[in-house]
């Protein structure tokens, strides 16, 4: 899978500019910049080039990697991408050494601002026997509360719920029944597709 | 195998798995590093230094230290959660092959916390909207804009409860006539004779 570099990628031509030793550096940063966010004044001090484009060819530098890490593409198909902005061997060399030491990395960062639905945290529960009300006495009628805390980043929520045994009962079954779906054979072999 | 002490359910692997690193310790410092723990689960604080102290000779590293730790809290609150008798602990706890030594020293401290370990864990059981503070006025309204002669006393009631589904406290105040009041009141008193029968 190649991706495309248009040319508005022409900004990284700055690279083929420069010695290794500043691609190097310039490297280091773009993957600082990805794993805290920019940070303007490091343009001015750690690199001796004029600082409009450093800007853009350190956010150039930045695209290159999102997008290598996004695809997970092979080598080979780095290069031939990278191709297209005429570096040389070397420059190309380095930046495939960039792109495989911190692919693991920035795609974890990359897996962060997906949507994601709150997770359980804990669940509280207790077993009541309603014996009588203001309307009617000498009842006897068991009730489970339920107290589900949730998480959602960092927020915690609870939700407090109430059900009769036999209700609970037929959770339980449907859950079961949910979990058994994944020992069928239609599951099984998707998964074994996808492992 | 089902065990009482876990609720008549098999023991958790990683329980079983402790086993041996809680053995690794001498007795007499497994009993107290049990003694430390309960005081933890009775929220009176645990003293990690202590606890470094005493698994310092077994030669324990940080994770060794967390997992004596995390089952010895499991024994001890479940054995207390299904009010097992300390003879029946001890001799399920040999059976998953802890030494006898370590066993006597564990029930005997379980044997001592026993009903305080009940008391905190009935305390931490699920209650919705407790009830903080009740304060309460009796007003006399002498007159008003509708009736020039009102003559009546009200109760004002500030009841602080606890919202249930966020934690925090939330104060609702009533003001209640003189016969509503009534009503309320026998309604109360009949329940409270009620609750008083079950006690």
Redesign the interface.
């Known amino acids: 899978m190649l991706f495309v570099l248009s040319e508005e990628h022409k900004h990284l031509g700055f690279l083929s500019e420069v010695d290794p030793a500043v691609v190097g550096e310039s490297g280091r940063i773009a993957v600082e910049f990805l794993k805290k966010g920019s940070n303007p004044k490091i343009y001015e001090g750690a690199l001796n080039v004029w600082s409009g484009s450093v800007q853009h060819g350190l956010e150039g530098l930045m695209y290159l990697l999102t997008e290598s890490c996004k695809l997970t593409i092979s080598e080979e198909d780095f290069q031939d991408s990278v191709l297209v902005l005429g570096f040389s061997e070397e420059l190309t060399e380095l930046l495939l050494q960039l792109y495989l030491e911190n692919r693991k990395e920035i795609r974890q960062i990359l897996s962060k601002p997906a949507p994601s639905l709150p997770h359980y945290h804990s669940l509280?529960?207790?077993l009541d026997v309603q014996?009588?009300s203001?309307p009617l006495?000498h009842q006897l009628k068991p009730t489970v509360?339920l107290?589900l805390h949730l998480e959602d980043g960092a927020r915690r929520?609870?939700?407090?719920l109430q059900t009769d045994p036999a209700t609970l009962q037929h959770l339980i079954d449907e859950l079961e029944r949910a979990l058994a779906e994944l020992k069928s054979s239609h599951c099984r072999r998707i998964l074994h597709n996808i492992q | 195998m089902r065990f009482r002490f876990c609720g008549d359910l098999d023991c958790p692997d990683w329980v079983l798995a402790e086993m041996s690193t809680l053995a690794r310790m001498s007795s007499v410092k497994m009993k107290l590093l049990c003694v430390q723990v309960i005081k933890d689960l009775l929220d009176e604080g645990i003293d990690y230094d202590k606890v470094s102290k005493l698994t310092s000779d077994a030669k324990f590293e940080s994770g060794d230290i967390k997992a004596s730790i995390a089952v010895l809290s499991f024994i001890l609150s479940s054995a207390a959660k299904h009010d097992v008798d300390s003879d029946s602990l001890s001799s399920e706890l040999q059976q998953l092959g802890l030494p006898k030594e370590h066993t006597t020293g564990l029930c005997k401290s379980y044997e001592d916390k026993h009903s305080a370990l009940q008391e905190k864990l009935r305390e931490i059981s699920l209650r919705l909207g407790r009830l903080e503070a009740v304060n309460w006025r009796v007003d006399y309204t002498l007159s008003s804009s509708e009736l020039k002669q009102v003559n009546e006393p009200t109760v004002q009631l500030k009841l602080q409860a606890q919202d249930p589904e966020t934690d925090s406290t939330q104060t609702t105040v009533v003001s209640i006539t003189a016969d509503k009041f009534r009503v309320l009141l026998t309604e109360l008193k009949q329940a409270q004779t009620m609750m008083n029968a079950l006690q």
Request: net charge positive.
């Open positions: 509280e529960w207790r014996l009588s203001r006495r509360t107290k929520s609870a939700h407090v």
